[in-house]
Nanobody
C-alpha cells in the first residue's frame, strides 16, 4: 500500500519541542518534493515547510522561520519537521504530502491540487 505516515505529534508545553516524522510506505521519497502542512480548528490548511525533490532547497512560512526545520533522509525514506519554541497557535493537525519532481516553494503554495500522496495527519497540541 502506497502511503505516507506521520508520527511524533502530541501534547507539549509552550516553549517545548517536537520532531515530526513522515515515512513513506510502498514507494521511495527520492524524487518527490515533500511538504508539511497544518490545519487548526476553524482555519484553512496552510503550508508550513517544504523541501524540494532534488536540490534540497527548503521553504518556510514567514511566521515559522527560525523555529521549524525540515530535513529529509532518503536512506530512511523519511522527512522530518523539527519544531522548537512551540506556541499555542501552533496547535493543529500536521500533515505531510508528496508531489513528484516538484520544488519546495511551489509545493507549499499549491497544495490544493496535484498532490500525489497525503498522510492522515498527526495532532500537535501546545498547551500549559
Amino acid at each position: 500500500q502506497l502511503q505516507l505516515v506521520e508520527s511524533g505529534g502530541g501534547l507539549v508545553q509552550p516553549g517545548g519541542s517536537l520532531r515530526l516524522s513522515c515515512a513513506a510506505s510502498g514507494f521511495t521519497l527520492d524524487g518527490y518534493a515533500i511538504g508539511w502542512f497544518r490545519q487548526a480548528p476553524g482555519k484553512e490548511r496552510e503550508g508550513v515547510s517544504c523541501i524540494s525533490s532534488s536540490d534540497g532547497r527548503t521553504y518556510y512560512a514567514d511566521s515559522l522561520k527560525g523555529r521549524f526545520t525540515i530535513s529529509r533522509d532518503n536512506a530512511k525514506n523519511t522527512v522530518y519537521l523539527q519544531m522548537n519554541n512551540l506556541k499555542p497557535e501552533d496547535t493543529a493537525i500536521y500533515y505531510c504530502a508528496a508531489r513528484k519532481g516538484d520544488y519546495a516553494i511551489r509545493l507549499c503554495a499549491t497544495h490544493y491540487v496535484g498532490i500525489d500522496y497525503w498522510g492522515k495527519g498527526t495532532l500537535v497540541t501546545v498547551s500549559s
